[in-house]
């Protein structure tokens, strides 16, 4: 039986896609541009997005980092604000920029419409529940925290609090042994291929479980070997199907 779920968190539990977080950043530019006369928000905006793109990108697909310790959230995207506003000439708003921004992204952030549902389904079943997540510690709990999951979970782990990330096995086997379960009955759930599904198999859980909510093509080469679902409203049903094999 799979007495444990691991949940990812971003894109899996929370959402906050690309056009909410954008919406943050205008609103954010806004703001500012309104206490500073001569300060244009659509520049500011651009110029934000452009470094946190590149940020991003430079990370690989799923928040990945090599092991060992990472900035906090707030000093990366205060080093971002700086950036974005002194080529907007107006380096002075940094701290300004990135405490509003905080505060934003805690009221953007929103569960999927499936998310709560299935989470009771699993409490009432008995299942330990868990989230592995990529990340700075200061981001990821203010978004549990923001969004109410952390009356749901069992457990946390975050890989800018235990220093190893998504693929790597040890973050895998660390969430299990906090559970005191096993890797055998344990599954994971998540939208990337490249962090969750490939972490599952990797560490052995018992089951690797791909929420894939847009209708993917994996890319060549990907390893697709999970179980796949487009909701979580079919995950309870999945794993009453797992248990009975």
């Not at 052995?204 to 209708?215: E, K, N, P, V």
């Amino acid at each position: 039986m799979l007495t444990t779920v691991f949940f990812d968190l971003d894109a899996t539990l929370v959402d906050f896609g690309p056009n909410a977080w954008r919406g943050t950043v205008r609103a954010v530019c806004g703001g500012l541009a309104a206490a500073a006369p001569g300060l244009d928000a659509a520049a500011l905006a651009d110029a934000y997005v452009t470094r946190y793109v590149a940020r991003a990108r430079a990370a690989g697909p799923g928040a990945q980092h090599p092991p060992g310790p990472i900035p906090s959230a707030r000093t990366a995207w205060l080093g971002l604000w700086r950036q974005a506003l002194t080529e907007c000439r107006h380096p002075e708003l940094a701290e300004t920029a990135v405490d509003a921004y905080i505060e934003r992204r805690r009221t953007d952030y929103a569960l999927y419409e499936d998310v709560l549902g299935a989470l009771d389904e699993l409490r009432a079943a008995g299942r330990t529940i868990g989230v592995i997540t990529n990340g700075p510690g200061d981001a990821q709990r203010a978004k549990i925290a923001a969004t109410g999951l952390a009356r749901y979970l069992d457990l946390v782990v975050i890989s800018g609090e235990v220093e190893t990330a998504k693929p790597g096995r040890e973050i895998f086997d660390l969430a299990v042994g906090r559970a005191g379960s096993t890797a055998d009955h344990a599954c994971h759930v998540g939208d990337s291929l490249a962090t969750d599904v490939a972490g599952a198999r990797a560490a052995g859980l018992g089951a690797a479980i791909w929420l894939d909510r847009t209708g993917l093509v994996p890319a060549p080469g990907a390893d697709a070997r999970a179980y796949r679902i487009d909701t979580l409203r079919a995950l309870p049903a999945l794993l009453r199907d797992l248990d009975g094999h």
